[in-house]
C-alpha cells in the first residue's frame, strides 16, 4: 500500500474508536508485516493449502503480542481473489493489494469484525459485544459469498468481550458453520471461554515476543509515530514480556516514572518508604489515572513472579505467602474495579501485603 492510501486508510477507520486503540500505530489490519509468528503462519498456509482448513481457529496468546495481526494477515490471503496472489502458498499479499486496501477499511464485503467500537455521538466505548452486534455482523453468513475467493471471514477481536448472549450467538454459528466460512477468534485468555466454544476451534497458541522482535515492531511503525531514544526502547522492551502494546506504554514518560518508582518501592521491601507509597497511590488515584495503576499492578505482579522463581527452590511452604500475596492484591484490584472505590486503599494495602509477605506474617 502507498504511504498515502496507508494514511488515507488510517485517517477513515480512525474516525470511530476501538478497543485496543494506541495513540499514532496502526490498528492490526493496517499492519502487512508480521513478526515472530512463523509457526503460527506456517499452520494456517499448510491447511489451506491441502484444503483442510478448519472452519474456527482460537488464536490465543498474552495482549499486545500480534494476535490481531495474524487473523487479519489471513483474512487478506483468504478474501483476495486467488488469480490475483503472487504464488498459492504462504499469506503474503502486496501492499497494494486491493484485498489489503479493502481489508484495512473494513471494507471487504466478505469479510465483518466482531468488535467494541464507539458509537456515533457516544463518549466511550461499550464495555461488551452486545447480542445485537454479534448478530447483525454474523448475518454476514446468511448470504451467498462474493467475489472469486469465495471464503467469508470473521474476526472476532476479542472473545473476552463477548456477553453471555453474544458469546451463545456466535456458538450457535460455529457449531453449524456455512460453506466456506471461517472464523478467527482472538482471546487473550482461551481458558476462560466457553468449554463449547472451545472445544469447536482448531487452537493455535501464540507465544510472546522476544525483545528485539517487540523493538522492531515498534522501530517499524510508521509516522506520526514518534522516534524513540534507543536506550528508552531497550528499557520498554526488557520490560515488556513479549507484548508491543505494553513496551508502547512504557514509552510514555508518566508510566515510565510509575514503573520507575514501583520498581524502587518494591527494592525496598519488606520495609519501603511509606511516605513515597502514600504519594504514588495519590497519583494513581486520579479519575484518568487507570492506565498508570494498572502498570503499577502488573508491575506488583511481576515482582511476586520473579521472587517465586527465584525462591523456587525453597519449598512450598516459604512460598506460599508470596502466592496468596498476589492473589489478595489481585482480588482487591478486581473489587476496586466492580465497585469503583477509591484506588489509594487498594495501593497501599496492596504493598502492606507483600510486606508482610517478606517479613513472614502471612
Known amino acids: 500500500m502507498r504511504p498515502d492510501s496507508a494514511r488515507a486508510a488510517r485517517e477513515v477507520a480512525r474516525t470511530e474508536a476501538e478497543a485496543g486503540d494506541i495513540a499514532h500505530v496502526p490498528r492490526p489490519r493496517e499492519q502487512m508485516r508480521l513478526l515472530g509468528h512463523a509457526q503460527a503462519e506456517a499452520a494456517f498456509a499448510g491447511a489451506l493449502a491441502a484444503g483442510r482448513l478448519h472452519h474456527a481457529w482460537l488464536i490465543g496468546g498474552p495482549q499486545g503480542i500480534g494476535k490481531a495481526t495474524l487473523a487479519y494477515r489471513v483474512a487478506r490471503r483468504l478474501v483476495a481473489d486467488p488469480r490475483t496472489l503472487p504464488s498459492p502458498a504462504g499469506l503474503d499479499l502486496p501492499e497494494d493489494h486491493p484485498a489489503a486496501r479493502q481489508v484495512a477499511a473494513l471494507s471487504h464485503p466478505n469479510l465483518v469484525a466482531l468488535r467494541r467500537v464507539q458509537a456515533p455521538g457516544a463518549k466511550t466505548l461499550p464495555t461488551r459485544i452486545s447480542v445485537d452486534a454479534a448478530r447483525e455482523a454474523l448475518a454476514l453468513f446468511g448470504a451467498t459469498a462474493g467475489g472469486e475467493g469465495g471464503w467469508r471471514v470473521c474476526i472476532v477481536d476479542s472473545a473476552e468481550d463477548l456477553n453471555a448472549n453474544s458469546a451463545n450467538a456466535l456458538l450457535k454459528m460455529i457449531e453449524e458453520p456455512p460453506p466456506r466460512a471461517i472464523f478467527l477468534i482472538v482471546s487473550h485468555a482461551p481458558g476462560r471461554l466457553l468449554p463449547t466454544i472451545r ?129 489478595r492484591i489481585a482480588a482487591a484490584a478486581r473489587e476496586a474495579a466492580i465497585y469503583n472505590l477509591d484506588r489509594r486503599p487498594l495501593v497501599l494495602s496492596a504493598f502492606q501485603v507483600l510486606a508482610q509477605a517478606g517479613r513472614g506474617e502471612i
Request: net charge negative; charged share 25%; glycine share 6%.
Open 199 to 327: 472445544s469447536r476451534c482448531r487452537a493455535l497458541a501464540l507465544r510472546p515476543l522476544a525483545e528485539a522482535e517487540v523493538r522492531a515492531v515498534i522501530e517499524g511503525f510508521p509516522p506520526p509515530f514518534p522516534p524513540v531514544d534507543a536506550a528508552v526502547l531497550a528499557r520498554a522492551a526488557a520490560l515488556s514480556e513479549g507484548s508491543v502494546a505494553r513496551a508502547v506504554a512504557l514509552l510514555d514518560p508518566a508510566t515510565a516514572a510509575v514503573e520507575a518508582e514501583v520498581s524502587a518501592l518494591l527494592a525496598g521491601l519488606p520495609e519501603p518508604d511509606w511516605r513515597r507509597v502514600l504519594k504514588l497511590a495519590e497519583t494513581l488515584a486520579g479519575r484518568d489515572a487507570e492506565p498508570l495503576l494498572a502498570t503499577a499492578l502488573d508491575g506488583l505482579q511481576r515482582h511476586v513472579a520473579a521472587e517465586i522463581d527465584r525462591r523456587q527452590g525453597e519449598g512450598p511452604a516459604r512460598l506460599l505467602p508470596l502466592v496468596e500475596a498476589a492473589e
